[in-house]
């Protein structure tokens, strides 16, 4: 088990679908648990005047990531074949089993990202608040997402807004249990213990995607 938080290096793409939905597919070559790829969908959600994403679908190509992410943040997920390649300009995720592919062809100049955000998530113990930060190299981009016509991510299909990151920087601190309308500023919440943890996961496993309002108990869309 690799506790939080994490500190990781990589690279990434982000789709904004509409103005609530955002695709996230990276590849990490550095993490407590390996290297891994992963592909996850976010809704903005809030939680009182604070706003933050909350993950309703995610997969995983790595086993200890999919168990410590559930345990640390409440991430969803499932286990999936994932491929990642870069030519030149565009990047390209394929998730294999759903036959999903997100392509991303970056333009333009690179320019410094720095973005501090936090992660709205349900955990085994109930909702948690996850501060992140990321810094990188990032173009803008067109980034297309292509689906099956009987797949649940089938509405995301098509071209989208988005970025390309390299040399991707990224801090999972500690989830904090939020109190009243603002995130508590007290001692991090601890990950919950290994049995509560076994039987989230157990009740989930028949339904690794996951609707917000149920993900984040108590946080508003």
Same mark, same amino acid.
């Given at each position: 088990?690799?506790?939080?938080? !994490? ?8 789709? !904004?679908?509409?103005? *609530? ?5 990276? /590849? @990490? ?6 290297? @891994? ?9 809030? $939680?009182?005047? /604070?706003?933050? $994403? ?18 640390? =943040? ?7 074949? #994932?491929? =990642? ?9 394929? =998730? ?12 333009? *100049? ?42 649940? #991510? @089938? ?16 801090? $999972? ?8 309308? #603002? ?39």
């Amino acid at each position: 088990m690799a506790d939080a938080p !994490w500190s990781l290096r990589g690279e990434a793409m982000f789709a !904004w679908c509409g103005s *609530r939905q955002i695709v996230v597919a990276e /590849r @990490y070559e550095t993490s407590p648990v390996g290297p @891994y790829v992963a592909l996850g969908v976010a809704r903005v959600t809030r $939680l009182g005047a /604070r706003l933050g $994403l909350c993950f309703t679908t995610m997969v995983v190509d790595n086993h200890d990531r999919l168990a410590d992410g559930r345990r640390n =943040w409440g991430f969803p997920g499932e286990i999936g074949t #994932l491929t =990642w390649a870069n030519v030149a300009d565009e990047s390209v995720l394929v =998730w294999h089993e759903r036959g999903i592919e997100v392509r991303g062809l970056a333009r333009g *100049r690179v320019f410094p990202l720095v973005a501090p955000s936090r992660f709205l998530q349900h955990r085994a113990d109930g909702p948690v608040v996850v501060p992140v930060r990321m810094t990188g190299r990032a173009r803008r981009a067109r980034v297309e997402v292509r689906a099956p016509a009987d797949d649940e #991510l @089938y509405a995301l299909r098509g071209e989208h807004r988005g970025l390309v990151v390299r040399g991707l920087a990224t801090r $999972l601190h500690v989830a904090r249990v939020p109190a009243g309308r #603002l995130w508590s500023a007290r001692a991090p919440a601890g990950a919950p213990e290994s049995a509560m943890v076994q039987r989230t996961v157990a009740a989930r496993a028949a339904s690794p995607t996951t609707k917000c309002a149920a993900a984040t108990g108590g946080l508003h869309r």
